[in-house]
């Protein structure tokens, strides 16, 4: 694609490059750059706070674990009294500590106590060493050489100490945190408050199910993968049906929307060649560019502002709304919700499959991430890649991510890929 006079790169019908177009990186910047954060928060018990996003630090108010403890079913020593190189010890058990039964007396030396996982530490003793390791004659136990000062103690506090931060703000709360917040016997946490997404889509050949399709109809099916995604992420959804091509039904739609949510999101219609009421409507009610992104599939998007919310306008083909969310408008959401680390994770892998690509546009093609019996990663493409084609997300568990200026991948190359879902 370089010319031979100036060695300027020139488009041509060979190739997919639009000198009109934004790339990915770009349009993600300029959301990222213009969304903010809600502020409001609700306290609720921390069963509740599964998903939703941590508002405020949550400090340790004790130490975890409380108290030094064993971390083997075994027998706590002190450890002046473990045996030098070569030689052996013999100890006098005195008695037992069980996890939530501690031993209250207090050893001397060459005497040791018979102690459980999780109990707390006779004064005075620093080191356990496992039962399999010892021989045991009647009331005494007979032990070798080898064994580490303090081994298979945990420290009171080696999980979480006093005053520390035990989970900070912008976390997203997941069953780790449910434990850990428990473990600190805290019971209500402040997350921030759920977003409002309002959605509908557009297009006068579009019915929901349920109705009979007439010649020409077909399903509505972006607004059944708009409900899954956005309710894996944890907001709250207005569901506003498909609204017809007409300029008082979309800006009826755009004004209830924007009463009652933070984001709208639309499908359809702000292709080129559209009727045109979209574009229309919102250069009264708001202020919204139009973008043209060199990627495939998802040229088209909208992104901007309706009085107070924002806007996504997706493009309508089905895989192209999955592929324009899942990159732009879930960073955006998770970042209005007061979330940290955005970005899809994303990471290479061996490709089986041949794709064929021309350089100019970012394709996200769709592919099955497997293991293999050796445990190692490879992807394959998922069949026809059509962007109208949601047969190739369903048998798919990532996007394979060809990057704008790059061609065809042979089986072998090395690809980048995005689990759908994140690294969960
Ligand atoms: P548009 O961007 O409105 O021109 O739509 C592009 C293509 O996507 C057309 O083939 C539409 O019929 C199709 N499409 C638009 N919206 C939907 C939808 N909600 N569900 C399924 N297909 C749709
Ligand atoms: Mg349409």
């Not at 303090?150 to 434990?179: F, M």
């Not at 017809?244 to 219609?269: K, L, N, Y």
């Not at 190359?413 to 759908?420: N, Q, T």
Request: some cysteine; overall charge negative; aromatic content about 6%.
């Amino acid at each position: 694609m370089t010319s031979k006079d100036g060695g300027q790169p020139r488009p041509s019908c060979s190739d997919d490059f639009d000198p009109t177009t934004l790339r990915a990186e770009d349009a993600a910047r300029r959301i990222e750059a213009l969304v903010s954060p809600v502020t409001e928060y609700e306290r609720v018990a921390v069963r509740s706070a599964l998903d939703r996003t941590l508002a405020k630090d949550v400090y340790s108010t004790v130490n975890v674990p409380a108290h030094t403890n064993s971390a083997m079913d075994g027998y706590a020593l002190r450890s002046a009294d473990l045996p030098a190189d070569g030689s052996r010890a013999t100890l006098k058990v005195i008695g037992t500590a069980w996890a939530g039964r501690p031993y209250h007396g207090s050893a001397k030396g060459k005497q040791c106590v018979r102690i459980m996982t999780g109990a707390k530490m006779p004064d005075g003793l620093d080191t356990v060493i496992m039962q399999e390791q010892v021989e045991c004659v009647d009331d005494t136990i007979l032990i070798g050489s080898g064994h580490k000062p303090g081994q298979n103690v945990r420290q009171a506090g080696e999980d979480l100490a006093v005053g520390a931060v035990a989970v900070s703000a912008g976390t997203r709360i997941d069953p780790a945190e449910l434990g850990l917040f428990a473990s600190l016997g805290v019971a209500e946490v402040e997350v921030a408050r759920r977003l409002r997404v309002a959605f509908f889509s557009t297009g006068d050949e579009l019915r929901s199910i349920g109705e009979p399709l007439a010649e020409g109809e077909i399903y509505d099916s972006n607004r059944y993968t708009l409900h899954g995604m956005l309710t894996r992420l944890g907001v709250e959804l207005l569901d506003m049906g498909v609204i017809a091509d007409q300029r008082e039904a979309i800006g009826d739609a755009f004004r209830r929307a924007a009463s009652m949510a933070d984001v709208i999101i639309t499908t359809g219609g702000v292709s080129v060649g559209e009727a045109d009421y979209v574009k229309e409507i919102l250069a009264e009610t708001g202020t919204v560019d139009f973008w043209k992104l060199a990627i495939k599939p998802g040229r088209p998007l909208a992104f901007g502002t309706v009085r107070d919310a924002f806007f996504f306008g997706l493009p309508g083909n089905p895989v192209a709304v999955m592929v324009t969310f899942y990159e732009f408008v879930q960073p955006a959401l998770r970042r209005m919700m007061g979330q940290q680390g955005l970005r899809p994770a994303r990471f290479r892998v061996p490709c089986r499959s041949r794709l064929k690509k021309r350089p100019g546009r970012m394709e996200f093609q769709r592919g099955l991430l497997q293991v293999a019996d050796n445990g190692s990663l490879s992807v394959s493409r998922t069949g026809a890649q059509g962007s109208g084609m949601l047969s190739s997300m369903s048998s798919a568990n990532c996007f394979i991510i060809l990057p704008t200026d790059s061609g065809s991948v042979e089986p072998g190359d090395m690809v980048d890929v995005e689990p759908f879902e994140g690294l969960v």
